[in-house]
Structure formats: structure tokens, C-alpha cells
């Protein structure tokens, strides 16, 4: 009775020989090893974007705040340059960028700031906009009560 147990709580091994040579289990984790690169590739290639996104909604902010910068300034063109600009940097701030240049000849007023993209597209520095604002045709303006 004891050889029929020790018979039974033994575990059995396959009696098949598989030569070394047989393609059986040739693929030795391949599918697994190509899965993994094909994912870390979809992986790079999607931050990659995600990147070039930023950078491109970081030049957009850039171009709407120095347009709405220009055209604060030059509301307050006629009072001189040092108002005009404090307005357009005013502007500029609250829009979350800095101003880098302010200029004001006669009714027109130029300006240029930047933008620093968040995380790593700030690698690529600033995103610069600029933008020019004062009247048009004839040079006549909106009267503006004053």
C-alpha cells in the first residue's frame, strides 16, 4: 500500500522528449519583447505630441495676449507712452505673460511678449508674439469721452 502513495503524491513528469532543436517553444518571449517596444514607442511618440501641443497652445496664448495688449495701449496712446505701455503690461499680466518690448509712435503702439510654456516644452524657451494697434483709415479714433 505504501508504493501505491508514494506513487500518487509524487508529481509525474512528461515522459516526451522534445528535442533541443524543435520549434515547439521556439519563440522564447518574442511576442512579449516586441508588445513591450511597440508600446514604449507609442509611448514616446504620444509625449512627443503632447509636447508639441503645449508649445503650440503656448504660441497662441503668446499671439492673443500681445494683440490684446496692443490694442489696450493704444486706447491710451495719446496719454503718452509710459501709460500706455503700464497698460499693456497690465493686460499682458493678466494674461499670464510678460511684456519684452513697448513702443509708441504717435497713435500706433507695438508690443511684444512672451510666453513660457509649462513643463518640459520649456526647454524650447519662450513663445514670442507680437502685435501692432492704432487706428485705421484716416486716423480719426473713437471718441472715448474725454
Do not use: Y
Not at 505673460?97 to 512672451?114: H, M, N, Q, S
Request: hydrophobic residues 50%; aromatic residues 4%.
Amino acid at each position: 500500500m505504501t508504493d501505491v502513495v508514494a506513487q500518487v503524491s509524487r508529481p509525474r513528469r512528461s515522459r516526451a522528449k522534445v528535442p533541443p532543436d524543435s520549434t515547439v517553444c521556439a519563440d522564447g518571449g518574442f511576442a512579449t519583447v516586441w508588445a513591450a517596444g511597440v508600446i514604449s514607442a507609442l509611448a514616446t511618440l504620444l509625449s512627443l505630441v503632447l509636447v508639441l501641443a503645449t508649445v503650440v497652445v503656448a504660441r497662441h496664448r503668446a499671439a492673443s495676449a500681445a494683440d490684446l495688449a496692443a490694442l489696450a495701449g493704444a486706447v491710451h496712446a495719446l496719454d503718452g507712452e509710459p501709460l500706455a505701455c503700464e497698460r499693456a503690461r497690465w493686460v499682458a499680466d493678466r494674461m499670464s505673460a510678460e511684456l519684452v518690448a513697448c513702443d509708441v509712435r504717435g497713435w500706433e503702439v507695438t508690443v511684444r511678449v512672451a510666453v513660457a510654456p509649462p513643463g518640459a516644452a520649456s526647454v524650447f524657451g519662450p513663445a514670442m508674439g507680437a502685435a501692432r494697434a492704432g487706428p485705421v483709415g484716416n486716423g480719426q479714433t473713437v471718441d472715448l469721452g474725454r
